[in-house]
């Protein structure tokens, strides 16, 4: 009967065949399995301790023997910090971005659907904090309430929920304003059956992508927070602090010094691309 | 009118405004766009009443309205007797069981996560049906208009042509076990091959189901095919109404008259060789003062620019109009007559 | 023939065997399969179709507007016998809104916002004749005129949103005429307008046509403005013409089974009380190349040849053309 009969795709075969076509995003995905993968089972895979110091081994060069990646200004052997770093850098990219969704989509979602009053009070709140860069923000809330992991963690869930209440908002106010929201309505389904059934299956997927690419600015502030002390404090292994205190040897060894950097510039990019990429694989005309 | 005891569906001075932007405390309060005045009309049980006009002339306001998306600013509907939203009246969820909408936009008004059966199965689902019993009700309703469950049960939105989701949404309404369903352009978007298919299918399933249609739509040829009565919209009012035959073949309103001219001819030989009626449709901001069609109508006289008419009956009692000229033929003839002598 | 003028007027576009296929890695459409047409001087062309028939595509083609990386075209389209498809990017910009120019569905996204509707139209006419502000905006009054729009010299000052529906859209034919062209190239521009609204453009266009002795593709999905504008009319399916001829010859006798279907499906002022004659099913896939006749799936006369051949044109008169095999057997 329809010309549509012969094998039809659903949206989430299609969205992974686009996926497949697509080797940046693969690539990137890989990378950050990866990192996730070695931060998870470092204890198993890091060659050293990453806090055994050694005076004779100060910021030995890439390739020395024992320290594959040379060694920082203490002498402990870079590989191992790295690795171990990557699960703070992680956790810092991650978790704020995580309990941000819950609360700025929640917020976003009533915000949106209900409307009136209700959305000018929440979005007039998030204004706010809007007002002051996310940086300053972040470093403002950690300089008022303290150094330390779980501090910086705070500051940055504060820092992000405007951003994602905003776009969640948006999105619904959109969902809202379609055509299948007003025949659920007149079919008598009550608001909150809409909100679940309607709403969020359709606006889950554009607010989630916004939120991965926010994984990768997380990580960028929670590292500038520990280089200037305001994060995670030594001996800990995170890549911020590490680049912080390795600053001093940069005209010592350069090479040593960058490696910090390269791990959040890489992990940041890959949070990015991939963000990119799961949303023009997603956003598609069905 | 003896008749209205019969009327299923009776709407009396219905009224809504829409405000443009909102209120900034001590600024003027911006102007409200009066999308419906004072509309009342009746509907037969088992009749299909016919809206058209053209834009923004009030018709997909006053089916939502109807069906209670948007609630009227004043004005009364009632249905079966029941006045809707009133104390002893019928409750709006009690009304969606009465009442269904189809929407014109097919694609839009289907969720694109939601498979058709699903879909179908919503409203039931809502209102307190079991899902499992909803689901399996959805085979029966998608059997009735035409589309076979055993392919297009688990299938998506995008994966049917524009006419299969219409009939989607026709099985959606008819899940909710309404008598009336109020069809807002439902065929405008199709193509002409599959609009017909679609029309077939309502003709069928209002003798099948007893239903009474409020068919609303801007192709005039259409709204003739499938009403029993029409009623013709202008800036948000009713300038016309009466039956199919009535309206068609001797229009009292100079609107509709014009409306019905412009229509293209579908001939070849006889194509149309001077415009109608000039000018836009005003904006409906800022409506013409007296009766609204006075700056388009090409009989106007300084009564209309003044007073704006009411919808009353022209020689016919069934047959309505809004204008001072069908309701004052004779004076007028005689002015015009004693003109032609004059000069 | 002798006495009738308009089969001798020049031919100013001729397009043969437009193949326009698009592809990316998601899917690929044959929105257009062979289509052949041509168009004379002072000659008014209705390309009727439904949504996915690929007459929308064809005119885009004709402009070179359809975006490089994901189309194939193949063919030839001629302008006064140069060839638009391997022209330079300069010539071609010449060419259009120069010789061809376009009318759009939507007025109101085809005009720049923040412009007034006179800045606009003196801006195309300096650019192309290269004359004086003061001669553009004489040239500028003048369209405004031709086109009946009242109070002209004020409208010139007016930007596109203080405007209605129908005024927007005599100022884009104004525009599109800012340069003379000899083809004008129309894309649905009534079907956002209303009834009363509609028909006066058609006409007004139908008038310029015949003062400016312009040649006009009409697309439409409307049968009833088809045959208001048109001279000549080709009938689209599937990215095809499936028929094309004199628009009174087709009209009255369909030689294709989509076209007599098409006619008998739409409602006019005397279908009341009968049964409509609906064509069943839903417009073909165009996934694939095109190996039967693209209507053979709905066809009632279709028979198993229908379903494995391309069916060629069948010249029936003068650029008279169906394109059905079984053509002479199913009436």
């Not at chain 1, 002390?229 to 890549?239: H, I, K, N, Q, T």
């Not at chain 2, 009465?98 to 199965?121: C, G, H, K, W």
């Not at chain 2, 229009?251 to 194509?271: C, F, G, I, V």
């Not at chain 3, 923040?114 to 290269?130: K, L, N, P, S, Y």
Request: hydrophobic fraction near 40%; aromatic fraction near 6%.
């Amino acid at each position: 009967m329809s010309a549509n009969i012969n094998k039809p795709r659903t949206y989430w075969q299609s969205v992974r065949s686009r996926l497949r076509r697509d080797p940046v995003t693969l690539t990137c995905a890989g990378i950050i399995i990866g990192i996730v993968l070695l931060s998870i089972f470092a204890p198993l895979i890091a060659p050293a301790n990453p806090y055994d110091a050694n005076m004779m081994k100060r910021l030995a060069p890439i390739g020395s023997p024992g320290y594959p990646l040379g060694a920082d200004e203490l002498g402990r052997d870079m590989l191992s910090r790295l690795i171990y770093g990557g699960r703070i850098s992680l956790i810092m990219g991650l978790v704020p971005v995580f309990i941000a969704l819950i609360i700025g989509a929640s917020c976003g979602l009533v915000a949106g659907y209900v409307g009136g009053r209700t959305n000018m009070l929440i979005m007039r709140t998030m204004d706010i904090f809007y007002a002051f860069p996310s940086i300053m923000l972040a470093i403002a809330i950690s300089g008022a309430i303290g150094a330390g992991i779980e501090n910086g963690l705070l500051s940055l869930t504060l820092v992000f929920i405007p951003p994602i209440t905003r776009v969640s908002e948006t999105i619904t106010v959109q969902i809202k304003s379609l055509d299948f929201i007003d025949a659920a309505r007149a079919s008598g389904a009550s608001n909150s059956r809409i909100i679940l059934s309607h709403i969020i299956v359709n606006a889950l997927g554009p607010i989630f992508i916004y939120c991965t690419s926010l994984v990768s600015v997380s990580i960028i502030i929670a590292s500038g927070l520990s280089f200037l002390g305001l994060g995670v404090s030594p001996p800990e292994a995170d890549w911020g602090l590490m680049l912080s205190t390795l600053r001093q040897s940069i005209y010592v060894n350069p090479w040593v010094c960058a490696l910090p950097g390269v791990m959040i510039f890489t992990t940041s990019l890959c949070f990015n691309l991939m963000s990119d990429g799961l949303r023009s694989a997603m956003d598609m005309k069905m | 009118m003896a008749k209205i005891d019969k009327s299923f569906v009776k709407v009396r001075n219905l009224k809504k405004y829409f405000q443009t932007g909102t209120q900034i405390p001590f600024l003027k309060k911006p102007p409200a766009v009066k999308a419906v005045e004072n509309v009342s009309f009746d509907v037969f049980k088992g009749e299909t009443l016919g809206v058209v006009g053209e834009s923004g002339c009030g018709k997909s306001t006053v089916a939502r309205l109807l069906i209670q998306l948007i609630k009227p600013d004043a004005g009364e509907i009632i249905i079966d007797g029941l006045a809707v939203e009133k104390r002893g009246g019928i409750s709006t969820r009690d009304l969606r069981h009465r009442m269904q909408m189809v929407f014109q936009d097919s694609y839009a008004t289907l969720n694109p996560r939601m498979p058709i059966e699903e879909s179908i199965a919503f409203g039931p689902i809502s209102n307190g049906k079991k899902p499992s019993e909803a689901m399996l009700e959805s085979k029966h309703f998608m059997d009735q208009v035409g589309l076979d469950p055993n392919i297009y049960l688990h299938r998506y939105p995008h994966e049917l042509s524009g006419g299969q989701r219409q009939r989607v949404n026709i099985a959606r309404a008819l899940a909710m076990g309404p008598e009336v369903i109020i069809l807002d352009e439902a065929v405008s978007a199709l193509d002409k091959s599959v609009e017909a298919q679609v029309l077939n299918l309502l003709t069928d399933l209002k003798s099948d189901l007893k239903l009474t249609y409020i068919f609303i739509s801007h192709d005039l040829n259409v709204v003739k095919y499938i009403s029993d009565k029409v009623m013709v919209m202008y800036l948000g009012e009713v300038v016309e109404y009466g039956t199919v035959e009535d309206v068609y073949n001797s229009p009292k309103h100079p609107y509709t008259e014009a409306l019905l001219a412009s229509q293209p001819s579908m001939d070849p030989s006889r194509k149309l060789k001077t415009v109608p009626i000039t000018g836009d449709p005003p904006n409906p901001i800022n409506p013409p003062s007296g009766c609204k069609f006075h700056t388009r109508c090409p009989k106007v006289t300084d009564l209309c620019r003044t007073v704006n008419p009411k919808l009353q009956s022209t020689d016919n009692v069934d047959h309505l109009t809004a204008c001072h000229l069908a309701s004052n033929v004779t004076e007028v003839d005689v002015l015009n007559a004693q003109k032609g002598l004059n000069s | 023939m002798k006495n009738n003028s308009k089969n001798i007027a020049p031919t100013v576009l001729s397009v043969s065997d437009l193949k326009v296929k698009f592809v990316t890695p998601d899917y690929s459409v044959h929105a257009v399969n062979n289509v052949s047409f041509s168009l004379k001087r002072g000659e008014v062309l209705s390309v009727l179709g439904e949504s996915g028939s690929g007459k929308s595509v064809t005119l885009s083609a004709i402009q070179r507007l359809l975006p490089k990386n994901i189309t194939s075209v193949e063919g030839s389209i001629k302008i006064n016998g140069e060839e638009i498809l391997t022209m330079s990017a300069r010539r071609l910009n010449q060419l259009r809104g120069g010789q061809i120019a376009m009318i759009f569905q939507e007025p109101a996204t085809s005009f720049d916002p923040v412009f007034t509707v006179g800045q606009q139209i003196t801006e195309g006419i300096r650019h192309h004749a290269g004359c004086s502000q003061s001669e553009a905006d004489k040239k500028a009054l003048e369209l405004l005129d031709l086109v009946r729009i009242p109070s002209a010299k004020d409208r010139l000052h007016n930007y596109p949103f203080e405007m209605s529906g129908g005024m927007r859209q005599r100022a884009m034919i104004a525009l599109a005429l800012s340069c003379d062209p000899m083809i004008l190239l129309a894309d649905e521009p009534t079907t956002a307008l209303d009834a009363t609204v509609q028909i006066q453009i058609l006409l007004l266009l139908k008038d310029i046509q015949k003062e400016l002795g312009l040649s006009i593709i009409f697309v439409t999905h409307d049968i009833g403005v088809s045959i208001e504008i048109g001279d000549r009319i080709a009938v689209m399916y599937g990215g095809q013409i499936v028929e094309t001829g004199n628009l009174a010859e087709v009209i009255n006798d369909a030689k294709h089974p989509y076209t007599k279907g098409l006619l008998s499906s739409t409602i006019h002022a005397n279908s009341s009380g009968k049964r409509l004659h609906a064509i069943p099913g839903s417009p073909p896939n165009l996934s694939n190349a095109p190996s039967n006749c693209s209507f053979s799936e709905r066809c009632e006369f279709a028979n198993e040849t229908c379903k494995n051949t391309i069916p060629d044109n069948v010249k029936l008169g003068i650029e008279r053309f169906s394109r059905c095999l079984r053509i002479g057997v199913w009436e």
